[in-house]
Nanobody
C-alpha cells in the first residue's frame, strides 16, 4: 500500500539549517499538492508550508523568510528547507500530500496521505 516516506530531521543548533524530504513509497506517484505541518509538545498542529499543484508556495507567519518548500523536477519528492532554525522550531514535522498517478495525459488522484513525522530539535 502506498504511503509517504519522510527523511531528515534530528538535532540542530540555533542558526543551523536542515532539510526534510517527503516522497511516496513508490516513485510512480507524484506529490501533486504538498503541505508541511508541525506539532510541538503541548501545542496544536501548525501548518508551516504548502505547495499547490501549480508550484505556488505558501508559508506560516512564523517561518516566512526562513523556510522554503520545493519539489524535485518530477514532483516525486518534496523538500522542506529550514534555515536559521530557532528553538521554537522544535517539533515533529509531518508531510501531508495529495498523490496522483499520471499515465500519458490522464491523471488518477490516489488520495491524501500523511507521513509518519520526523522530529526536529533545535537546542544549544
Amino acid at each position: 500500500q502506498v504511503h509517504l516516506v519522510q527523511s531528515g530531521g534530528g538535532l540542530a543548533q540555533p542558526g543551523d539549517s536542515m532539510r526534510l524530504a517527503c516522497e511516496a513509497s513508490d516513485d510512480i506517484y507524484t506529490l501533486r499538492v504538498v503541505h508541511w505541518y508541525r506539532q510541538a509538545q503541548g501545542k496544536e498542529q501548525e501548518l508551516v508550508a504548502k505547495m499547490s499543484d501549480v508550484d505556488v508556495p505558501g508559508y506560516g507567519d512564523s517561518v516566512k523568510g526562513r523556510f522554503t518548500i520545493s519539489r524535485n523536477p518530477t514532483n516525486t519528492t518534496a523538500y522542506h528547507q529550514m534555515n536559521n532554525l530557532k528553538p521554537e522550531d522544535t517539533a515533529v514535522y509531518y508531510c501531508y500530500a495529495d498523490l496522483s498517478y499520471y499515465q500519458g495525459t490522464s491523471r488518477l488522484d490516489i488520495g491524501h496521505f500523511w507521513g509518519r513525522g520526523t522530529r526536529v530539535t533545535v537546542s544549544s
